[in-house]
């Protein structure tokens, strides 16, 4: 529907590319994680994927292609609730993913990298996901904040954190 190529990356994040007016420009990317925390509601993460999917369907839909390419990503275990380690899918693709922590367990005594391969996932391909600046224009980020309680109870701000993701040089 909103004209992507898809694809499932080795640590889990859902990558989706909306080529720009000739294939192989480098892209702007945007998303967020797809995973969130307990009291943090259903949008904490997904809003920011969401949006993004929404912007490049919309430019699908009116056949209009950029200057570059739209690289969307939900990014996998950011929050970090299953093995006690955050921001797996970005730092895969930033290229400072940490392998020892594919050695970690949850409180089922599985380890990570068991509970990739179970997945259907190939954690010695993790390295692949990074990603070179060469290729990247930007990389933006809509999600929600969570913060201190507001007067009448609202406990989360909405923001636009741009620069959210390290690339790799």
Known sequence: EAGMSAHLDAIGNVCGRYEGERPGLPALVL???????????????????????ACVADLNRRGRRLPFAIEIV??????????ASTLLGSRAVAGTFDESVLNSRDRAGISMRDALIAFGLDPDQIGKAARARRELLERGRTGVRHG??????????????????????
């Not at 998303?31 to 999917?53: C, E």
């Not at 201190?148 to 040089?169: E, K, M, N, R, T």
């Open 74 to 83: 939900g990014f996998a275990d950011e929050e970090g609730v299953r093995f």
């Open 148 to 169: 201190a309680a507001h007067p009448g109870g609202d406990v989360v701000q909405q923001v636009l954190h741009a620069g959210a993701l390290g690339v790799q040089d």
């Open 31 to 53: 998303g967020s994680h797809y995973d969130t925390v307990r009291d943090a509601g259903r949008w904490d993460g997904p809003l920011g994927v969401i949006t993004a999917i």
